[in-house]
């Protein structure tokens, strides 16, 4: 039985669609916080577990039987990398022979401007050192949360951030979880590291000239400094905690810890990742 954490969440719901074509239901766990939520996964004959990374006791229940677990990274919680310590003593406790954990693809630990990021690399060091089997999945940024950087008004506004020329590869969330999916469903469990990224890298200007294409509008980006941000993003009523953490996602873009790349994801998925146009044409609707 393979168990996947953060199942009722983007990632894991679309992981579950490509194992479910691979392997049969039964073979398929899925921890989930609120049963409600995983109705469409129980249909399918996914098996059920309860549980929050915050409740050990629950954690050890959800582990029976189970020889591989996908740990999902959680949310923005302050004790988030004694979440995921949580389910990587869970399983050791078990008996799992494989853990498996959506780590994050950057290019140096020392100088990372984020410091969501540096749970990443702390939990990779603690599966690491648990002795288990392990597989890391370092996934690129997200080319989803380009809708969010962007905003919904993209094509009125233009582009103003602070990523200066910084590249990044993005990679669209369902390639992501697709080759995820693909990885899981085989029996392959000899410790490695993939790095899901796209084949090429992409700037802002790029993006712009992208969205320009997409939508027949012509759409500037505009690098500011970080405090033009704040006060232009203040202005909007951009809420502080989620200007901060735009200023620290846009610091590393600008500082090239996005910019990695790798034939990883190619080889797993056997054709090429959605490319910048792609992505954006499917992702703003145009
Ligand atoms: N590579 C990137 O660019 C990028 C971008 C954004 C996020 N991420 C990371 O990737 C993860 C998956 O992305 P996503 O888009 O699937 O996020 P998502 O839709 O928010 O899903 C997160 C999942 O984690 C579960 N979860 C959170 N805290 C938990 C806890 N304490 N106990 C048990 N389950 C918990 C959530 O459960 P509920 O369904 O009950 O809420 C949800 O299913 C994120 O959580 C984040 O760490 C990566």
Redesign the pocket.
Known sequence: MILI????????SKIIETMLVRIPADRIAA????EH?AAHLKEKGVNIRL????DPEALDKAMIGVEKVLL????R?VNGLE?HQNVVDAAKKAGVKCIAY?S?CLTDRTTVANDLMKRHFDTEDYIMASGLNYILFR????MD?LTIFLGKNVLATGIYLPAGEGEVSYVL?SD?AEAIGHVLASDDCNSRVYQFTNSQTYSFYDVAKALSQLSGKEIFYTPVDPGTFQNKAKELGMADFAVGMAIAFMTDIKNGQEATVSDDLEKILERKPATLTEGLKLLFNL
Do not use: E
Request: no cysteine; proline share 0%.
């Open positions: 954490t953060g199942a009722t969440g983007n990632l894991g921890l989930v916080r609120d939520k549980g929050d990374y915050d999902v990274s959680g949310g919680a979440q959506t994050r996934n690129i940024l997200y949360t969330r992501q």
